[in-house]
């Protein structure tokens, strides 16, 4: 059987502990080119929601800023990228090689401080639309302080800080939970969505039984949604 899955949802699914779910949270799953927001309370999925904003953007933002290619701004990013300044940033020099693959161009120099400069106000825009999209679900009273962030895009250095700063709450780093097996490359939070699409079928056939049976059955709790899909894990795995 064929089925259409949420990415929001799946992320949420493969990140978040049974006490989250039921007592409120709020996952965000900040990916290359969208950013998710998925909230759980009382143990079931209630909001989903999306900009289409995300890592991507910050690539663009460096090749741009810096005068360099995308495969050249994204290992930038990743290796030397900050949401936060630090004291070394006005020290650090490093090398941006040049657009075109002309050798005899010599690579230009920038100090750290000049890469943080230009990541930092995307960062920051896209957690203002992500704590709009909270607001505007009217849920951010359920969800109070609990926030999950996720995504491959969430690795980036001092981004955990800077989304506590921005939206007023708890902020933890979510990585796939409760799978044994999976391969070091894919236990990070990059691989979130797609771990919840591997616990799906089960999760389907609790909701089957839902729709059917008398009694509502909740998604956490002993016995509950993510308590049966974390024994399913176990079996399976």
């Known amino acids: 059987m064929e089925t259409v899955v949420a990415t929001p949802y799946a992320a949420g699914l493969a990140t978040l502990v049974d006490d989250e779910a039921q007592l409120g949270v709020a996952c965000i799953d900040m990916g290359g080119g969208t950013t998710t927001l998925s909230i759980f309370h009382n143990g079931e999925f209630v909001h989903a ?7 991507q953007h910050v690539t663009l933002d460096i090749a741009r800023g810096l005068s360099t290619n995308l495969a050249d701004a994204e290992r930038l ?3 030397h990228g900050s949401a936060l300044p630090s004291n070394s940033d006005d020290t650090d020099i490093l090398t941006i090689p040049p657009v075109g693959e002309d050798e005899r161009e010599h690579p230009n120099t920038a100090p750290r401080a000049a890469l943080t400069r230009i990541i930092r106000p ?5 957690l203002e639309m992500t704590r709009d999209m909270l607001v505007k679900s009217g ?5 109070g302080k ?6 491959g895009a969430s690795q980036l250095t001092g981004m955990a800080e ?6 007023g709450r708890n902020v933890r780093l979510g990585r796939p939970l409760g799978i044994s097996g999976l391969p070091e490359a894919a ?3 990059a691989f979130a969505a797609a771990v919840g699409l591997i616990v799906y079928p089960q999760v389907a056939q609790i909701e089957q039984f839902r729709a059917r049976g ?6 956490t709790g002993t016995g509950g949604y993510f308590a049966r899909m974390g024994q399913w894990i176990k079996d399976s795995f």
């Open 146 to 151: 609990r926030v999950v962030l996720t995504g």
């Open 187 to 189: 236990r990070g939070p």
């Open 122 to 126: 995307r960062v920051e825009e896209t």
């Open 77 to 79: 990013k990743a290796r």
């Open 162 to 167: 800077t989304a506590q700063r921005m939206l």
């Open 139 to 143: 849920f951010s009273g359920e969800v």
């Open 49 to 55: 929601d999306a900009i289409a904003v995300g890592g």
């Open 214 to 219: 008398p009694a509502r059955m909740s998604m």
